[in-house]
């Protein structure tokens, strides 16, 4: 059984894409991971500076090891530094799905 | 560019695997149109009878007309009324994603 986990992050003023982006560099860590079946990050349209960001993963488990690698580590900690507040996050259990591709 | 959409659905108490159900049932009818780049259902862990779906379209226009599909229309009517108030929707820009699998 898959997992998601679903995010909610709001930049500090102007700074929604710069967090974007370096949330994007993030999740690109985890391009060749097999654990990783997937993500998406948005940016809210009606919304100043609200990105979210789904991912899937195997297990909640392997999500917790893979963000533990240090590229990954440094990249989240400037996301914290241009955050407005911590991040809401929703762990779902996915119950369909068709590819998401970019 | 593509157009994502997430919602996030509340069910009446007890109501809310049959509305993930009838959700992956109703978009199961978008796994052979194109503009459907993708979708996942996902029920809520920590909350009772929430499901959440983001969608993926090549444009805003493509899903507001395959909505309009009579088997999408009953489906989404039989969702509705197991629905505990309307839906919250988001539109996001998407700015990075790997593919989402089920």
Redesign the interface.
Known sequence: M?T?L?FKMTAKPGSGKEL??L??ES??L??DNPD????????????PDVV?V?E?WTTRQAHDDAIKAPGVQALVGQAFQIMDGMPEQ?????????????
Not at 39 to 47: F, L, S
Not at 90 to 102: D, H, I
Request: proline fraction near 3%; aromatic fraction near 8%.
């Open positions: 898959s998601g679903l974007a982006h949330l994007v999740s690109k985890f391009d990783c079946l997937g993500y998406v990050v948005g940016e809210a349209n009606d919304v979210w789904l899937l929703v762990e779902l259990t996915p119950v369909g799905a068709k590819a998401l591709l970019s």
